[in-house]
């Protein structure tokens, strides 16, 4: 938001059914609304069984809503739960307020966050299938042009487009995201030939996974105190202690209830995580809430179908308060602090063991007859010295797995 905006008045609103913990989910919220610009000032929830067909929370305590809206200068109202068009339509009759609701408010983000070519399309392919099914009915939402939060859709360059239009555009936006799909399975594919290792960093948005990435490899990543700071992948390669690099992948930030066409529209950039040779799973230790951020991640992962994938759990913002987490002892855990990039040499440490021995560092004698196997090995590993003498070629290598038993004739002590 452009500092010469005015900072907009928001009234959170919920129907609270026993479905969940709303005073998570609340508190979550108003974190997402701050960070698409606006100012909580007020929130009104009302206890009841099921949500009002018609008006989620009831013509009662909607027109307590309106009353607060009046009181408190309010120019948006956010609910808690994905509306239909008719609960819109209606909620803005009563309240003459602006409307949106909890997905509508995650893909406003997304759209003034996303930097990279599909990510915009990532986030207007979402956007485009939450509209479709709202077009009829919509009231305020979709009869004026404005500004502000909720309105900043990608490609949304007039808001009463026809259905027929937007089954259009979503066909074009999955066909152009397909195509980048296919490219970037080829990347994997010429990753894996090359024998480079890949370790997917993933968790709840805002613990630290973007700061981390900047801490181990100077990305120069964008790393805020906001929820969804970094939409996009990126990329960075580390060497380890024993010779042998891993790509560190950077993915997108979880979050509780994320909208259905928001994962699917991710799922490709996530899929990093599940090609990867090892997750190392960022948490915030000072949340009171990160056992229930372990559950989000963890659920995404099992859909994603990598739950078998080698594990690291890395406990951030140690230099912190820390609240007990659950987790099987068994499991490897490091504790840093990637603000002040402390715990880094037992993180790289703990990386290095636990990644797949796909390449071995081997100290070889290599007779000049057999010459021949340090091409295989330069071509399959990676050869970190080598030193011409009366005995042979005297190297150390990282030898790939095919080659270990055919080069451990070669192996010597020094």
Do not use: W
């Not at 009829?136 to 026809?162: F, H, N, V």
């Not at 090995?377 to 030898?399: C, D, F, H, M, P």
């Not at 270990?404 to 020094?414: A, R, V």
């Amino acid at each position: 938001m452009n500092n010469e905006e005015k900072i907009t008045n928001v009234i959170l609103a919920a129907a609270d059914t026993g479905e969940y913990d709303m005073d998570s989910s609340l508190r979550e919220l108003e974190e997402l609304t701050q960070t698409a610009g606006g100012c909580v000032v007020g929130t009104i929830v009302q206890k009841r069984p099921a949500f009002d067909a018609g008006t989620c929370i009831g013509t009662g305590r909607l027109e307590e809503l309106a009353e607060a809206c009046v009181n408190l200068d309010a120019q948006l109202i956010v609910f808690d739960h994905e509306l239909s068009a008719t609960q819109i339509r209606n909620i803005e009759e009563i309240t003459n307020i602006r409307t949106i609701d909890r997905t509508m408010l995650i893909l406003d983000i997304f759209a003034g966050r996303a930097r990279s070519s599909e990510g915009k399309l990532q986030v207007e392919l979402a956007l485009q299938k939450y509209r479709l099914p709202r077009l009829t009915g919509m009231g305020i939402e979709m009869s004026r042009m404005g500004g502000g939060i909720g309105a900043k859709g990608p490609g949304e360059t007039k808001l009463e487009t026809d259905k027929r239009h937007i089954r259009r555009r979503i066909a074009v936006l999955e066909e152009e995201l397909s195509e980048l799909k296919e490219r970037r399975e080829r990347q994997r594919a010429r990753r894996k030939k090359d024998n480079i290792l890949t370790a997917a960093i993933v968790g709840y948005t805002n613990v630290g996974k973007s700061t981390l990435l900047n801490a181990l490899t100077q990305a120069g990543v964008l790393a805020e105190n906001k929820l969804f700071a970094t939409l996009d992948t990126t990329s960075r390669s580390i060497e380890l202690p024993d010779g042998r690099s891993v790509m560190l992948i950077d993915t997108v930030g979880l979050i509780r209830r994320l909208p259905h066409n928001l994962v699917e529209a991710f799922k490709s950039t996530l899929e990093e995580a599940a090609d990867a040779d090892i997750i190392i799973e960022v948490i915030d230790s000072s949340s009171d809430e990160a056992n229930e951020q372990i559950m989000v991640t963890q659920d995404l992962l099992e859909e994603l179908k990598c739950s078998d994938t080698p594990h690291i759990y890395v406990f951030n913002k140690c230099d912190k308060q820390c609240n007990a987490i659950s987790l099987p002892k068994d499991l490897p855990c490091v504790r840093i602090s990637a603000l002040n990039k402390t715990g880094f040499d037992e993180l790289i440490r703990c990386i290095t063991e636990n990644l797949p021995q796909t390449s071995k560092n081997m100290n070889l004698c290599i007779p000049y007859s057999d010459a021949n196997i340090i091409n295989k090995i330069r071509e399959n590993g990676k050869i970190l010295s080598e030193e011409y003498t009366l005995e042979g070629i005297k190297t150390q290598a990282l030898v790939d797995i095919k080659l270990q038993k055919l080069c451990s004739q070669y192996i010597i002590n020094d």
